[in-house]
């Protein structure tokens, strides 16, 4: 099982009892490395020569919140933050200057869940937070970023207009990765600044007709076709290779929903989709769908969902850009949130790749659920 599925249901039992909702932009830097430096030394024949792998602070960071206000000053807050990493690469000369240099930027997002204690003092509001991060990555450059660890951080809050600011300094502790590359810092330090809106008191920002809100979920299918093949002959030895996929990609997004007319209604996603063979390739899906719910009982809406989804897979080339998607769930309702699970299943467009054994599926199966006000 991924690591950060157990998050999904986390989430899903705190943002159920969420009264009010804020949301807005949160920016910053990062005041620590992004990666440890390291040595190594070149073996002879040849003249010995040093190498090493460094990173430098101050790298920023730019995302969205949502803010859900619980009672009793708690509340609940989930960033999607664009983090980009770097690294160089060099060879030091005798003389201790660098030679060669060779950046290596990698492509990571973050996705904290904080619970939030706030105090109150005059026209601010001191807080506390904690949680779990999660972390995507993508342009690896060799490095392989872990995938979740644990966040701290201390801020406070004030009002500007009908806007909040809250300045606030964050720990983030990595778990060890997974590589035999540069390896991350696995202690970071943030200062971020998030601008959001007042809160919507009952949850919902917007009219009675459109829904705002989130959908998490997994996949159920593997993203590649397994195989195996041949390598070169070396001193007469023919190397074999095998090459397989699993499912279990954690997917995260966003979500809005507009009622057309009694029991229709259309949603448009924009989904997170990371997927795995050797490396993470980060992927967008988003699927634009005509929803119908049918009417029951004890506020349960069975529901039909179909339509066009288009994928953004910059990282691998070839691949499909769009296909249709067809679903079937179940809609409940808890105080003014809509929980709606669902099972999605997804046929892309025939994808055009070099090497015809190295492909995503074209078939894929997911399984999802909407949170949404």
């Known amino acids: 099982m991924s690591p950060r599925l157990p998050f999904a249901g986390l989430f899903i039992c705190v943002i159920a009892a969420a009264q ?4 807005g932009v949160v920016g910053g830097a990062s005041l620590t490395s992004d990666f440890n430096r390291s040595f ?39 960033d999607g933050l664009y983090h980009p990493l770097r690294f160089d690469s060099a060879a030091i000369l005798p003389n201790g200057t660098l030679n060669s240099v060779s950046p290596s930027p990698v492509v990571t997002f973050e996705f904290p869940a904080l619970a939030k204690y706030h105090f109150r003092w005059r026209g601010w509001r001191p807080f506390l937070e904690a949680g779990p991060s999660f972390r995507t ?49 696995p202690d970071q330090i943030e200062l971020l600044t998030s ?42 030895s023919t190397f074999f290779f095998s090459f397989s996929s699993s499912p279990g990609a954690f997917l995260v997004g966003a979500m ?25 390739i980060n992927t967008w899906t988003f699927p634009v769908l005509g929803k119908y719910k049918f009417s029951t009982m004890h506020h349960m809406r069975p529901f039909l969902e179909a339509g066009p989804a288009f994928r953004q897979a910059t990282e691998l080339t070839g ?42 599926f074209q ?11």
């Open 137 to 185: 990555a993508g342009n690896l450059n060799g490095s392989n970023p872990s995938h979740y660890g644990v966040a701290a951080g201390a801020g406070a809050e004030t009002r500007l207009g009908k806007f909040r600011i809250a300045p606030e300094v964050r720990y983030i502790r990595w778990a060890k990765d997974n590589s035999l590359g540069a390896l991350t810092r």
């Open 195 to 236: 601008f959001s809106t007042g809160a919507f008191e009952g949850g919902r920002a917007f009219s009675s007709r459109v829904s705002v809100g989130v959908v998490a979920g997994a996949t159920l299918s593997p993203d590649f076709r397994s195989f195996e093949g041949t390598g070169d002959t070396f001193n007469g």
């Open 40 to 78: 190594s030394t070149v073996p002879p024949p040849g003249p010995p020569i040093v190498l090493t792998d460094y990173s430098s602070p101050e790298r920023y960071i730019i995302g969205g919140m949502l803010e859900f206000r619980l009672p009793k000053n708690w509340s609940i807050e989930v």
């Open 256 to 280: 809005v929903e507009v009622a057309l007319a009694r029991g229709l209604f259309f949603e448009g996603d924009a989904i997170h989709q990371p997927m795995h063979f050797t490396s993470t």
């Open 363 to 373: 078939n894929q199966v997911e399984a999802l659920a909407g949170f949404s006000f």
């Open 20 to 23: 009010t909702l804020s949301f």
């Open 319 to 360: 691949s499909s850009p769009y296909g249709v998607t067809a679903g079937a769930g179940i809609e409940a309702r808890v105080w003014r949130l809509a929980i709606a699970p669902a099972v999605r299943y997804t046929h892309w467009d025939r994808n055009s790749f070099n090497f015809p054994d190295f492909v995503p």
